[in-house]
């Protein structure tokens, strides 16, 4: 299928709020279907109940925004390749201008990312966010009473910062604390140089990493409309950024290879699984009558999301299971197992659209996803022997997370399809901002990856190839939000 191109600026280029609509493709049976499954398939590539984009994908964390993770990111840092960055984002479709509380990061709460470093599917690593909230002035409901021009501006009424810690074992050391979140971008009157804001809340913190918490623009791009009926039943709903003009809550951190490592030597095994979570404790206490207001919070920490890998919680689990999904561990996927190697989307796609399913048990799939992909389960060219397995294969548990080869290298010229692309820098080694996971997963849920590929599997997309605002080309690589006066 035709392909029509996008122009991509250089991500230091001024960041525009808005850019023209991709050029819809045309709509001959042949495209129609195509389009359909790709956008579509795309959502099923992911296979396990693992660690999913989770944009409002699960009943009760829909409930419950500040704490639903939305994606997970894991890529060796382009201008700094002896690192490894972390990406982790919560709060789907934050509305810029929703005032005048906007959007904090929750204080009953404990947001995580995790590190496997022996294909174990447990964490070595956990690196742990708390935050704490602070009114100047609680006479007034602004979020800001006059320009804000600094984090410490006695004009921004409302502040939030986080402790972060390294949990390794039975061991808990505290890397930094009380550093200063981004505030949210509420417009160009409050924060004429919200940029600057951004610079000032990263920190470079001791053992060579960096850290950011704040807002930022929505970096996963697709069309969601895959959910009417499968983008209107004759693919009329397709080419749209449905995230265009949405912030989220981002938390970036950047780390040393050593240190993610197993025995702190990439060298022995440069894979590394990455997932994030949200835990909340688990006893909440409403306010009554005369108090202030305030629920009471107690008991032990529950997990309540989990995300690694983009879009299987939504799409591949059925509804009974997805609650069930963001409160397990990686080291119980085995429980869903059957849904990636049977997947239902795809049998979807052949009664409306009547494009033939691959045939099933998807061993491709549980490769891609589950275990890490070597030359001999991979169906495109490699030049090295693996592409993201671990080195200690015989004692590896499949579990859905990103997993990342720290030693490919990564390019400054990146294809935006991945491995499937040729571009092994990229998903599902691991996953950079640029990446089109839609595109990416579609043509894996339609077999591309298989040994002998079906044609038409390379041909599918959604029409959105490209996130609407500019990522940046330093750390913290997300970009900025959009601001409520856009």
Avoid: C
């Avoid at 704490?132 to 800001?144: A, E, G, H």
């Avoid at 981004?182 to 951004?198: E, Q």
């Avoid at 935006?416 to 092994?424: A, E």
């Amino acid at each position: 299928m035709h392909r029509h191109p996008v122009v991509r600026p250089e991500a230091d280029a001024p960041e525009p709020r808005t850019r023209p609509q991709p050029r819809r493709r045309r709509r001959g049976a042949t495209a129609v279907t195509a389009l359909v499954l790709g956008a579509a398939a795309a959502v099923a590539g992911t296979p396990l109940a693992g660690n999913a984009s989770s944009h409002r994908e699960a009943p009760l964390i829909a409930g419950d925004p500040t704490v639903d993770n939305t994606d997970t990111y894991a890529f060796v840092s382009p201008d700094a390749p002896d690192t490894v960055t972390l990406v982790a984002n919560w709060s789907p479709f934050s509305e810029p201008a929703g005032g005048p509380n906007f959007f904090p990061f929750a204080t009953d709460a404990r947001y995580n990312l995790h590190v496997d470093a022996d294909g174990d599917a447990k964490a070595d690593l956990t690196y742990r966010w708390t935050f704490t909230s602070n009114y100047k002035n609680q006479n007034t409901f602004l979020y800001n009473t006059n320009q804000v021009t600094a984090l410490d501006d006695p004009d921004l009424n409302f502040t939030q910062t986080y402790k972060l810690e390294l949990v390794r074992g039975l061991q808990t050391t505290v890397l930094a604390d009380n550093v200063p979140v981004a505030p949210s971008n509420v417009g160009v009157a409050s924060m004429p140089d919200y940029p600057k804001l951004r610079a000032d809340a990263v920190r470079t913190l001791p053992g060579g990493l960096k850290s950011f918490a704040g807002q930022a623009d929505d970096p996963f791009f697709l069309d969601l409309r895959v959910f009417d009926l499968l983008y209107g039943g004759n693919a009329s709903e397709i080419g749209q950024d449905t995230l265009r003009g949405y912030n989220v809550n981002s938390i970036v951190l950047q780390v040393p290879k050593q240190e993610l490592a197993l025995n702190k030597d990439p060298a022995r095994n440069p894979v590394i699984g990455v997932w994030s979570t949200t835990d909340r404790r688990s006893l909440r206490l409403l306010p009554g009558t005369g108090g202030d207001g305030q629920p009471l919070n107690s008991g032990g920490w529950s997990q309540v999301s989990r995300l690694g890998s983009p879009l299987v919680n939504e799409v591949v689990l059925p509804v009974g299971q997805k609650d069930r999904f963001n409160n397990s561990n990686p080291d119980r996927d085995a429980q869903f197992l059957r849904y990636v190697t049977n997947p239902e989307l795809p049998k979807l796609i052949q009664a409306i659209y009547n494009i033939p399913a691959p045939a099933e048990p998807r061993n491709d799939l549980v490769a891609a996803f589950l275990t890490g992909v070597s030359k001999a389960n991979l169906g495109v060219d490699l030049n090295a022997h693996t592409l993201n397995q671990d080195a200690r294969k015989d004692k590896i548990i499949p579990y859905e997370g990103l997993r990342l080869n720290m030693s490919i290298a990564p390019t400054m010229t990146p294809n935006r399809l991945g491995v499937v692309g040729g571009d092994t820098a990229g998903f599902p080694n691991g996953r950079r901002l640029t990446d089109d996971v839609v595109d990416i997963e579609l043509q894996a849920v339609q077999g591309v990856l298989l040994p002998n590929p079906p044609p038409a599997a390379k041909a599918l997309g959604d029409a959105v190839d490209a996130n609407d605002v500019h990522f940046q080309h330093m750390f913290p690589y997300v970009a900025l939000p959009t601001p409520g006066s856009r």
